[in-house]
């Protein structure tokens, strides 16, 4: 279970602090799908960044499964990360030098493990996001939407407890972006883990937060709401 409380966020200025979040306080449930939108500048990534390890709060605390990342070692935190929360941002950070196979597989490099079975896993992602033939391609070989599919590939590939999705249709055309929202929750049902989006398309939103296992909260002036 991912668990945030009071969770507040704010930046250093020359006058008075910048809060970008306050009062953040959400439970998401094995197998849930939640839904954050918001306009740009709400928020939104920070808030991912905070739950997924990434940024600590200025106040309020996370827990996934019991643990709290940001009472871990640098070094604890980092394998936390790797282990336990896969994450899609925006851009698709992929590797230049490497192929698309080597990228999705780069979480189980990092591990220090590839075995075969992984392997073949990392080419299934592929297979199932529509990239079955471009697995030997680089990233400058492949399109914009092709790079953030190879992304989500990626973020599953250790199946981890917490997918994190920052906009993750953002480059994609329709078709494709509803190709990729229903494998983010075909990956989620499968593993009994939880996905958490943000985004500000209606379309996607509604997508996942239809069903029992969907939700969907709004952040406005850096507060959630129902």
């Given amino acids: 279970m991912l668990e945030a409380e009071l969770l507040a966020k704010?930046?250093?200025?020359p006058t008075t602090p910048l809060a970008v979040l306050a009062d953040i306080s959400l439970t998401v449930q094995p197998g849930e799908r939640l839904v954050v939108m918001g306009p740009s500048g709400s928020g939104k990534s920070t808030l991912l960044a905070i739950l997924g390890g990434l940024e600590p709060p200025t106040?309020?605390?996370?827990r996934l499964d019991g643990r709290d990342p940001y009472q871990l070692s640098a070094s604890g935190r980092a394998e936390f990360r790797n282990q336990q929360v896969g994450f899609v941002f925006q851009e698709h950070h992929l590797l230049e030098s490497c192929t698309a196979v080597d990228n999705v597989l780069l979480p189980a490099i990092a591990a220090g493990r590839v075995p075969d079975?992984?392997?073949e896993r990392a080419?299934?992602?592929?297979q199932r996001v529509g990239l079955g033939d471009r697995q030997r391609h680089l990233p400058?070989?492949?399109?914009g939407g092709e790079r953030q599919r190879v992304a989500v590939a990626r973020a599953a590939m250790l199946s981890p407890r917490l997918i994190l999705a920052d906009e993750p249709t953002g480059q994609l055309d329709s078709r494709t972006a509803a190709g990729v929202v229903d494998l983010l929750a075909d990956l989620v049902d499968e593993g009994g883990g939880m996905l958490v989006v943000v985004t500000h398309d209606a379309t996607?939103?509604?997508q996942l937060a239809d069903g029992r296992q969907g939700r969907r909260l709004e952040?406005?002036?850096g507060r959630l709401v129902s």
Avoid: F, I, K
């Avoid at 106040?59 to 996370?62: A, H, I, K, L, N």
């Avoid at 400058?140 to 399109?143: F, H, I, P, R």
């Fill in 59 to 62: 106040s309020g605390r996370v």
């Fill in 10 to 13: 704010s930046y250093p200025t």
């Fill in 140 to 143: 400058a070989e492949l399109s």
């Fill in 204 to 206: 996607v939103a509604q």
């Fill in 219 to 221: 952040l406005v002036d």
């Fill in 123 to 126: 080419r299934d992602l592929l």
């Fill in 117 to 119: 079975a992984l392997v």
